[in-house]
């Protein structure tokens, strides 16, 4: 579905959509800062917009949604509002919708990559602006625990502020994976989806992300410190996708088995994480010499 039309600008149905795209996203974002009822909720709702616009007319439609929507947050909102929304929801939404819809059917090798790339070059951009960013984070996590009313050992508080830029990574990319899937579903039940989604179990990562986990690794054996571990953390995220995924494929049409796993993971986030993040590994390099399909 190209979503081109005549009519000039107001005439083209990908053009409205990016409109009503970007102005509803910025509605979401301005609603959760101004702590209005439901807020928390359309703050996580915040890219769905940004990707219907997208999957339903392509990259273009998605690039004019996040920037309407960073247009919108610039005028109305908080410079610190603006920043969230396009480093958080507008960019990645964009960039996800460019890499995954450069084709027929839904691509999810680069898509997959940049789950990883994303939230690490905003740790990077953070880590720049925040010479002390790992003493920001413990003060961060004292605070939470001080409002929370719980008395923390001082070993955990650190360990706590070690992870915690990974853990926001971990949590933005799950949210825009959810919106990701909410959004084709809701696209392919309106008969407005403009790419086929792909089958599971074609998920792969391309081969040249492999090595940087390792390098961040490395870094992180040589320097030590949060933002080294958040880095390896975060590019460890697509593997854990990978292995969730293939878990899914697997187990299609077992609900029971399915809903048993999810359990677990709540329940056992700990241990079914590196599980996860081993199964996702097995998976790439067990297909590593068939061609990837996109």
Same mark, same amino acid.
């Given at each position: 579905?190209?979503?081109?039309?005549?009519?000039?600008l107001?005439?083209?149905?990908?053009?409205l959509?990016?409109?009503? !795209?970007?102005?509803?996203?910025?509605?979401?974002?301005?609603?959760?800062?101004?702590?209005?009822?439901?807020?928390?909720?359309?703050?996580?709702?915040?890219?769905?917009?940004?990707?219907?616009?997208?999957?339903?007319?392509?990259?273009?439609? #998605?690039?004019?949604?996040?920037?309407?929507?960073?247009?919108?947050?610039?005028?109305?909102?908080?410079?610190?509002?603006?920043?969230?929304?396009?480093?958080?929801?507008g960019l990645? !939404?964009a960039? %996800?919708?460019?890499?995954?819809?450069?084709?027929?059917?839904?691509?999810?090798s680069?898509?997959?990559?940049?789950?990883?790339?994303?939230?690490?070059?905003?740790?990077?951009?953070?880590a720049?602006?925040?010479?002390?960013?790992?003493? +920001?984070?413990?003060?961060?996590?004292?605070?939470?625990?001080?409002?929370?009313g719980?008395?923390?050992?001082?070993?955990?508080i650190?360990?706590?502020?070690?992870?915690?830029?990974? +853990?926001?990574?971990?949590?933005?990319?799950?949210?825009m994976?959810?919106?990701?899937? %909410?959004?084709?579903?809701?696209?392919?039940?309106?008969?407005?989806?403009?790419?086929?989604?792909?089958?599971l179990?074609? #998920?792969?990562?391309?081969?040249w992300?492999?090595?940087?986990?390792?390098?961040?690794?490395?870094?992180w %054996?040589?320097?030590?410190?949060?933002?080294?571990?958040? #880095?390896?953390?975060?590019?460890?995220?697509?593997?854990?996708?990978?292995?969730v995924?293939?878990?899914?494929?697997?187990?299609?049409?077992?609900?029971?088995?399915?809903?048993?796993?999810?359990?677990?993971?709540?329940?056992f986030?700990?241990?079914?994480a590196?599980?996860?993040?081993?199964?996702?590994?097995?998976e790439?390099?067990?297909?590593?010499?068939?061609?990837?399909?996109?």
């Open positions: 579905m190209s979503g081109q039309a005549q009519g000039g107001f005439g083209s149905p990908a053009s959509a990016a409109g009503a !795209a970007g102005a509803c996203s910025a509605l979401c974002m301005l609603w959760a800062l101004r702590g209005l009822p439901l807020g928390g909720l359309l703050l996580w709702a915040t890219p769905l917009p940004l990707l219907l616009a997208g999957l339903s007319f392509g990259a273009r439609a #998605a690039a004019y949604a996040a920037a309407a929507a960073g247009l919108a947050m610039l005028l109305l909102g908080p410079l610190l509002g603006f920043a969230i929304h396009a480093v958080a929801f990645p !939404a960039l %996800l919708v460019a890499l995954a819809t450069a084709g027929s059917r839904l691509r999810l680069l898509p997959l990559a940049a789950l990883g790339l994303w939230p690490l070059a905003a740790l990077l951009l953070l720049a602006f925040v010479p002390d960013l790992e003493g +920001a984070m413990r003060e961060a996590v004292e605070m939470g625990v001080q409002r929370m719980l008395d923390l050992p001082e070993g955990m650190v360990q706590v502020a070690q992870v915690k830029a990974a +853990a926001a990574g971990f949590w933005l990319v799950v949210v994976v959810l919106n990701a899937l %909410l959004a084709q579903l809701l696209l392919r039940r309106w008969g407005l989806a403009g790419w086929e989604t792909p089958s179990s074609e #998920a792969r990562l391309p081969g992300y492999l090595p940087l986990p390792a390098l961040a690794f490395g870094a %054996l040589a320097l030590g410190g949060a933002v080294a571990l958040s #880095a390896l953390l975060i590019l460890l995220v697509p593997l854990f996708l990978l292995g995924l293939s878990v899914h494929a697997r187990a299609r049409g077992k609900r029971a088995l399915l809903a048993g796993f999810w359990v677990l993971m709540l329940v986030l700990q241990v079914m590196p599980l996860m993040v081993g199964l996702g590994l097995y790439q390099i067990r297909r590593r010499a068939a061609p990837p399909q996109t």
